[in-house]
């Protein structure tokens, strides 16, 4: 049975022995790709070292994915030639990409202009013609599992959902270049064709992706991850006694954690549906995780990190809560709730949700009811779903929340101010709490 998140554990294994671990160019394939166990890319320290490092890392997942077999999985390594660091400084050119709190991001170019890689890449390259790729440093450790996340980012991938993923290495991976495609901007979600098209690429995700079989047990259709995390999230904010400054003790002290666990157990008890409908969801559409072709206007998801089986409902009250942003450098951690969206937006989101999930995945995709009749009815399904929403908005605030706790504890806020951005979500629940509920019973 292959296991591919398993296999990256054979390959750190195999290169981890004495005769291997002498350079750091050797690679497994692991999910038909290429897999550098010791091979890592710096982001602190001298900016020329660390973009040379870059360059390494891209250029050997490069490479090894153009000699590439196309096995699922081979725990024997096999080994790279990269041209010098001389050569690479002379040929390649690196540039930060913005947008990314939890990783940090570079784009990677010369890849076609090069003659030190043109000649490499074979006709069938899924790389020919694209002269940059995006290398992604991992953050957030600890919060991720990266083998189980970089398994279901090849299945997305090779699902045709996400775009390309070319390979991985220690602390990261290389992923294509959207060429032509840029960021959303949360002020362009109040645009409807746009917001309609977002609504569209959230529902073929839901229906469309088959979690294979090696991934079932991590992506189980019968646990829906959302309070496991929830949960797991809690107790480690809780088991923080110092955070990295005592004036950031002092803020996470005045957010009354004790309080948020109380506000916890009555969200699953008593507001949020047990019943809603579940696939496998992205978690986390904000507008930097949405790119947009301007001139054919095409729509792709990207960054499904803390994607998984959840609640559909959770994905859609996730996306309305991040039309008020609030994680961008400039934004600090502070979102701005005068932009969710109208009541008349988000049923318009919703309709076109349901639409496409019907086109789908016929009946399987209607929204879960007792009552038979609401599958013909479209006017109903959509009111259903937007309560369902609704609930989850609150929980959603309380997600985050809590992951930004955990961040600040972690990382520290010097980069990214975690705290503030938790007292918003926390604020924003209180502030939308009596609200929402009195919405769910009267409806």
């Known amino acids: 049975t292959i296991m591919p998140p398993s296999d990256f554990q054979k390959a750190r294994d195999a290169a981890a022995s004495a005769e291997a671990s002498s350079s750091p160019y050797l690679y497994a394939e692991v999910d038909g790709r290429p897999y550098f166990p010791t091979l890592h890319a710096k982001t602190s320290g001298d900016d020329g070292d660390n973009n040379l490092s870059i360059i390494r890392a891209a250029v050997a997942v490069v490479l090894a994915a153009a ?42 170019s010369g890849l076609t202009t090069s003659s030190l890689l043109a000649d490499a890449l074979p006709e069938t390259s899924e790389l020919k013609g694209h002269d940059s790729v995006l290398v992604r440093v991992f953050g957030a450790e600890g919060m991720i599992d990266r083998d189980v996340e970089n398994s279901t980012l090849a299945s997305l991938v090779d ?71 929830l949960h797991a999230w809690m107790k480690q904010a809780l088991s923080y006694e110092q955070f990295k400054t005592e004036a950031d003790t002092d803020r996470a002290q005045k957010l009354n954690l004790s309080n948020i666990e109380a506000e916890l157990d009555h969200l699953e008890k008593e507001v949020v549906p047990a019943d809603a409908g579940v696939a496998f969801c992205h978690n986390d559409l904000l507008a930097a995780n949405i790119m947009k072709c301007p001139t054919t206007g ?58 496409a999930s019907k086109e789908g995945s016929g009946a399987a995709a209607t929204v879960a009811s007792s009552d038979g009749d609401s599958k013909d009815d479209e006017d109903k399904q959509v009111q259903l779903l937007l309560r369902e929403v609704h609930a989850f908005i609150l929980a959603n605030h309380l997600y985050w929340g809590l992951w930004a706790v955990n961040q600040a504890a972690m990382e520290g806020c010097d980069d990214f101010d975690y705290l503030t951005y938790a007292a918003s979500r926390f604020g924003e629940y209180q502030n939308g709490k009596a609200k929402i509920e009195a919405q769910l019973q009267s409806s």
């Open 159 to 229: 699902q045709g959902i996400a775009d390309r993923y070319l390979g991985r290495f220690a602390n990261g991976r290389l992923e294509g270049w959207l060429d032509g495609f840029r960021p959303l901007s949360k002020e362009e979600f109040a645009d409807a064709p746009t917001s309609d098209a977002i609504a569209v690429q959230m529902a073929n995700l839901h229906a469309s992706f088959v979690v294979p079989d090696y991934l079932q047990s991590f992506h189980d259709p019968s646990q829906p991850a959302m309070w496991t995390q």
């Open 67 to 108: 000699a590439a077999n196309g096995d699922t999985a081979s725990s024997e390594l096999s080994a790279v030639s990269i041209p010098s660091d001389e050569e690479l400084a002379g040929h390649f050119t690196v540039n930060v990409v913005s947008g990314g709190i939890t990783n940090s991001l570079y784009r990677v």
């Open 298 to 355: 095409r729509i792709q998801l990207i960054d499904f990190e803390y994607g998984g089986v959840n609640y559909r409902s959770f994905d859609i009250a996730n996306h309305f809560n991040e039309f008020a942003g609030g994680t961008t450098e400039e934004e600090n951690g502070v979102p701005d709730y005068s932009l969710f969206p109208t009541e008349e937006r988000q049923e318009a989101f919703v309709r076109s949700y349901i639409r």
